[in-house]
C-alpha cells in the first residue's frame, strides 16, 4: 500500500499495490502492521457499506465526537464519489479547512480519515456502493453533523445534490461549542 498526504495534516490517500497477472490482480486494502508504521490508527470496530441508488445522492458530512471520535477509512467499490473531508481538530494547523478527491470502483483508492474530522461525499454516478472501516462503534449521542453547504467551509461541490436527507439538509451552522463538544 502507498500512503499519500493531503493537503490536510494527518489525513492520507491509500493507493493500492497490486499485483497483476492474466486473471487480474491482487492488493491488500488494509493490513494491521502497515498502518501501525505509519503511525495510523489500526483498530478496526466496524466496516460499514452505504449503496446509492441515484446521481447526485449527498451523505453527510458526519462524524463522532470523544469519547467516541472515529477514524474512518472509506473506499468506492461500485461506481464514482466526491469525498469531502473536514478537519475539525482545534488544536491542528489545518483546522477549519476541507479537501475533496474522487474515490471510485476505477481507482480503488481509498480515503483514510482521521478522528476529528467530518466526512461526507456526493455521489457522481447511479447504483454507488462505498465501505467504511471504522474504528468505533457507532454512538448516536456522540454523533454530529455539519451542514454540507455551510459557508464558513465554503465547499465547492461539483454540483448541487439532489438527493439528501432532512437530517443533512437541515443540519445546523457550525457552532464549536455544539460540534466539538468544548466548553470555553
Known amino acids: 500500500m502507498q500512503f499519500i498526504e493531503t493537503s490536510l495534516k494527518d489525513a492520507y490517500i491509500i493507493r493500492l499495490d497490486k499485483i497483476e497477472d492474466e486473471r487480474g490482480f491482487f492488493a491488500r486494502i488494509f493490513c494491521k502492521k502497515e498502518f ?26 458526519h462524524y463522532q465526537i470523544s469519547p467516541k471520535a472515529e477514524t474512518k477509512m472509506v473506499r468506492c467499490i461500485q461506481g464514482k464519489i466526491y469525498d469531502v473531508i473536514i478537519d475539525l481538530r482545534i488544536d491542528s494547523p489545518t ?11 476505477e481507482n480503488k ?10 466526512h461526507g461525499f456526493l455521489t457522481l454516478e447511479d ?20 451542514r454540507w453547504n ?7 461541490w461539483p454540483t448541487k445534490p439532489l ?18 463538544g468544548v466548553n470555553d
Open 95 to 105: 483546522f477549519m479547512k476541507w479537501s475533496g478527491i474522487i474515490l471510485s470502483s
Open 36 to 61: 501501525k508504521e505509519k503511525g495510523l490508527d489500526n483498530n478496526i470496530a466496524q466496516i460499514n457499506n452505504s449503496f446509492n441508488k441515484y446521481r447526485f445522492t449527498l451523505r453527510g458530512l
Open 150 to 156: 455551510d459557508p464558513v467551509f465554503s465547499i465547492e
Open 163 to 180: 438527493v439528501i436527507s432532512e437530517k443533512d439538509k437541515n443540519a445546523p451552522d457550525f457552532n464549536k461549542y455544539y460540534h466539538l
Open 127 to 146: 447504483n454507488v456502493e462505498v465501505i467504511y472501516f471504522s474504528t468505533e462503534y457507532y454512538s448516536p449521542d456522540h454523533e454530529r453533523c455539519v
Open 109 to 118: 483508492d481509498m480515503l483514510y480519515v482521521p478522528k476529528g474530522f467530518a
